[in-house]
C-alpha cells in the first residue's frame, strides 16, 4: 500500500490551513484546495476534471490521501 512521508504528512498538517494550495493525491491525481473558513469546508477541485472532493478537516484530506504538491 502507497503511504506519503511522515514529513510529508506533518508538513501538510500545517499547509492544508492555507486557502489556494496545490495539492496531490496517492492515486496520482493533482488539484487546487481552497477554504470555506467561516463555514469550515474544504475544496480540492481536480485539475482536467469536472470533479470536486469536499472535506471538513485537514486530517479529513490527509485520510482521504491528498497532501500539499
Avoid: A, C, H
Amino acid at each position: 500500500m502507497k503511504k506519503w512521508s511522515d514529513r510529508l504528512i506533518e508538513l501538510s498538517k500545517e499547509y492544508l490551513n492555507y486557502t489556494e494550495i496545490r495539492v496531490k493525491s496517492i492515486n496520482g491525481e493533482f488539484g487546487f484546495l481552497t477554504i470555506d473558513y467561516k463555514n469550515n469546508i474544504y475544496t480540492i477541485s481536480i485539475y482536467n476534471s469536472d470533479k470536486i472532493l469536499t472535506f471538513k478537516s485537514v486530517i479529513g484530506i490527509i485520510n482521504s490521501g491528498w497532501v500539499v504538491d
